[in-house]
Each structure stands twice: as structure tokens, then as C-alpha cells.
């Protein structure tokens, strides 16, 4: 990512997939906003010269902090919007 970058984006959109993950697990629902929340974070990342391999491990790090590990299903929604959203066109 270049040294220009807007932490100030990055943190609001990671502060965002965070709260949208720690609410969609809590009462198993909000997917719709998860999967907004997600597709902004990888639009923030790739929009400052992320790599899809640096994004995809930025998104990792976001789900393994803001939910249990035994939430597997809720993860792999994460990862697969995240993929999805940033090979978008």
C-alpha cells in the first residue's frame, strides 16, 4: 500500500466489517449489512493499492478478532463477499 494512504478510511471501514461481524454473530442475522460492511473493507483496501492477497489477509485478521472461532459459517461468508467483491469490476 502506498505511504499516502487514508488510514482514517481504512480504520472507519474496518471499524464498520467489525461491528456488522460482531452483531450478525450475536443474533444471527444483519447478513445483508455484513455483507455491505465487507464489500466496503475491500473496496477501502483495494482503492489504497492492496493487494487481493494482502486484503484477503486484512479480512482474516478482522473476522478472527471480532467473532469466536466456531462461527465457521459466518467466516466463510466474510471471505467469500471479501473475494467476491474484490474482483468485482
Known sequence: MSEERDDTAVD???????EA??????VHAHYEELDAAVSHYCRVL???GCTPERALVNAKR???EAIDDHDRPLAERAVTTCIKEYFRT
Open 46 to 48: 483495494k482503492g489504497q
Open 62 to 64: 478482522v473476522i478472527a
Open 21 to 26: 461481524l460482531v452483531r450478525s454473530q450475536k
Open 12 to 18: 472507519a471501514a474496518r471499524l464498520g466489517f467489525t
